[in-house]
């Protein structure tokens, strides 16, 4: 397992500098990148953490700069360093936007519905990406990919037949996606959007490598698929709300996992409202029972 603060080669011109913030849901913790020989892109600084800043600026040799500080998404395992990260180099912090960048306001307005947890409420970049833009420094250059759906400002970033995923794409655990904040339907979209470029590798914000791009894709798909179809079972039975459904599906996750496991059943339940196949008695919240049309 890779060490947190040591700066690993992952492939010429790029290496990876493990957070040391593991938990639940970031495995060994942040993987933050190390893009380029000369001039540097930093994608994901991670957490504020003193020395996980002191490794970053540790890894930058004599003869380099960092010219680029890239964010794929607003939580607070991936961007709070990125302030200190740019006052101590000069770079610019480069996203979509801040935290409510791209997320849609008929989820936003939804009342009681809560979650945003682990969002960097005061993030904001000093210059804003558009999708397809294309970023380049000395012997790379890397293409922002808007890519909704686990939070609505997501970005991967392509470089060549590489792709770092953030949050959209893991490979030791599928995504959360937790309205008002998460989509599961943009999450989708997003999905079918990457399975299009059939890509060699993907660098994931948590876990090891994904070496089968189109794979994995496909195995997140399946399962979303397959999540579906147990809560539409699940309401054969009659009306029920997120948490019954959550212990009723999830019987094989720990009960200490369940409030986080509920918020991606809320996202199927707005989804599936969405599509006609289920509809809420009530203005959906964590208490509203969902029954099958």
Request: hydrophobic share 40%.
């Amino acid at each position: 397992m890779t060490r947190a603060g040591k700066a690993e080669q992952l492939e010429p011109g790029l290496r990876r500098i493990l957070a040391p913030n593991p938990s639940a849901m970031t495995l060994h913790g942040t993987n933050t990148y190390i893009l380029g020989d000369d001039t540097l892109a930093v994608i994901d600084p991670g957490p504020e953490h003193a020395g996980h800043l002191a490794a970053i600026l540790d890894a930058v040799t004599p003869g380099q700069r960092i010219s680029h500080i890239l964010v794929t998404h607003s939580h607070i395992d991936h961007s709070p360093l990125a302030p200190a990260l740019s006052r101590e180099t000069g770079a610019p912090v480069l996203a979509f936007g801040d935290s409510t960048a791209g997320r849609r306001t008929d989820l936003a307005q939804l009342t009681g519905l809560g979650g945003g947890e682990g969002v960097d409420r005061g993030f904001r970049p000093d210059r804003a990406l558009a999708d397809g833009e294309v970023l380049r420094g000395a012997g790379w250059s890397i293409t922002a990919l808007h890519t909704p759906g686990h939070m609505g400002n997501h970005l991967c970033f392509a470089w060549g037949d590489a792709v770092f995923t953030g949050d959209h794409v893991m490979g030791w655990a599928s995504s959360m996606v937790s309205p008002p904040d998460g989509d599961l339907g943009a999450f989708m979209t997003s999905l079918q959007r990457l399975t299009r470029r059939r890509d060699r590798v993907f660098y994931p914000g948590h876990g090891d490598p994904v070496a089968d791009p189109p794979g994995r894709l496909a195995e997140l798909i399946a399962h979303r698929h397959a999540r579906d179809r147990q809560i539409i079972a699940a309401l054969r039975d009659g009306p029920a709300d997120a948490a019954t459904l959550t212990r009723a599906i999830y019987t094989d996750v720990a009960p200490a996992l369940h409030a986080a496991a509920m918020r991606n059943v809320i996202a199927h339940l707005l989804d599936l409202t969405e599509r006609d196949i289920v509809t809420p008695e009530k203005p959906p919240a964590p208490d509203t029972r969902f029954a099958l049309r």
